[in-house]
């Protein structure tokens, strides 16, 4: 596999979506002490975030199949960095919800037309090449709350921290400006029957749905773990911090290895094996309450979760290998669905029944995960598509 200017440019956008993505959680805490916020009203905010990320990278995945993906990338990371920034800077509950709505605007924009550009240039090791994109992810995601923390400490205030991170997504527009990317060319440009066609597709619609309830899943992790184990397991914030660091860590080692392991096995049997193993490790957070085995746990949970989105997008993509920026955008855009809905329900269910109980919408939605794996991993054998899988 050949490195280009390109793939490390592409490392950089998918090392932002990381600490951006780890970054709100562990502030969760500190914006309920200042604006009084209620489980729900936090939700929300992830709800508002996921709403723009999902109509962001629905238009921009499908618009980059017929004006290339560089027009959108340049943008993501522009809305990326004006979201942190006003971030820090609003002092009411209402520009909050602005600028989650401009983070999400521009993680959505970034992370579809990202995930499509790799598609492309990753020619027949689709599932390797978009392993290694989603590890650097993980580098980004586990770093967040380390950093969260170090920041907060230095300065004793959260809002430096999003200052640092909002730099990242611009160091990448001045990477990304003078890069030459690939150009659409005829064979490559679709109709919108095309893409209507692509989303009656029995293959897109399973892993529409898998994506809908593993995005969904991680971004309950993400979002609310250092609020779920402050709340009904009394550890100190730093602790918190650790627990999603730690979970970030198995995430991003197993994007490596999983990337390698998938072109072996093939990407079906795999998402079988993930899911599997997701579903037993969450099962075992809920019936183990001791810290030291649950932070092992969480670094499992984190490897076993690391190679589902790179390993759905890359199947999805060798089937559909010309449509890589709807396929991209499309699947994209159900897992942001899920990202948007799950930590809202975990808030709505959290604020009646309480944190331990509202973990439970992560746990079905790892059930779901594995069932629909199963259903897919069984259609395409009988389709006889698992011979281009790996």
């Keep these: 596999m050949t490195f280009t200017r390109t793939h490390f440019v592409g490392y950089l956008g998918f090392i932002s979506l990381g600490l951006a993505n780890a970054m709100i959680g562990p502030a969760i805490p500190h914006l309920i ?31 980059s199949d017929f004006f290339g993906k560089k027009p959108f990338l340049l943008a993501g990371a522009s809305f990326m960095a004006a979201g942190l920034v006003s971030f ?23 992370d579809g037309g990202v995930n499509g550009l790799f598609i492309d240039i990753s020619g027949e090791k689709k599932g390797l090449g978009l392993g290694l994109l989603h590890m650097f992810f993980g580098i980004g995601a ?6 969260f923390a170090l920041i907060s400490a230095t300065f004793s205030s959260w ?17 990304l400006f003078p890069v030459r990317l690939p150009k659409v060319n005829g064979e490559e440009t679709i109709r919108f029957s095309d893409v209507a066609a692509l989303l009656r597709h029995r293959v897109i619609l399973q892993f529409t749905f898998l994506l809908f309830v593993y995005v969904g899943a991680e971004q309950v992790v993400a979002s609310w773990l250092p609020t779920y184990l402050i709340g009904t397991r009394g550890v100190p914030h730093a602790i918190g911090s650790l627990a999603l660091s730690l979970f970030f860590v198995g995430l991003t080692a197993g994007r490596l290895l999983n990337g390698f392991v998938s072109e072996k096995v093939g990407y079906s049997p795999m998402l079988l094996l993930l899911s599997l193993g997701s579903v037993i490790l969450f099962s075992l957070l809920f019936a183990i ?53 799950l930590p809202l329900g975990m808030g709505l269910v959290s604020d009646y029944a309480g944190l331990r109980v509202g973990l439970f919408v992560s746990l079905v939605a790892t059930i779901v995960m594995f069932v629909v794996a199963v259903v897919s991993f069984q259609y395409l054998k009988r389709a006889n598509i698992l011979e281009s899988s790996g």
């Excluded at 649950?294 to 670094?299: D, N, R």
Aim: no cysteine.
């Design 33 to 63: 002490d200042e604006y009084g916020m209620n489980f729900s009203l936090v939700g929300a905010l992830f709800f508002v975030q996921g709403v723009f990320y999902f109509v962001a990278v629905v238009s921009a995945g499908v618009a």
């Design 159 to 175: 809002r430096p921290a999003f200052l640092f991170v909002a730099s990242i997504p611009i160091l990448f527009f001045i990477l």
């Design 142 to 147: 586990l770093s967040g709350p380390l950093l």
């Design 88 to 110: 820090v800077l609003g002092k009411s509950e209402a520009a909050l919800f602005g600028s989650v709505a401009l983070i999400g605007m521009g993680a959505g924009t970034l």
């Design 289 to 341: 309450q001791a810290t030291g085995p649950s932070m092992v746990l969480f670094v499992l949970l984190g490897f076993f979760f690391s190679g589902i989105y790179p390993t759905v997008m890359a199947q999805a993509g060798s089937v559909f290998p010309q449509y890589s920026g709807t396929v991209s955008g499309v699947l994209t855009a159900s897992g942001g669905l899920g990202g948007m809905l």
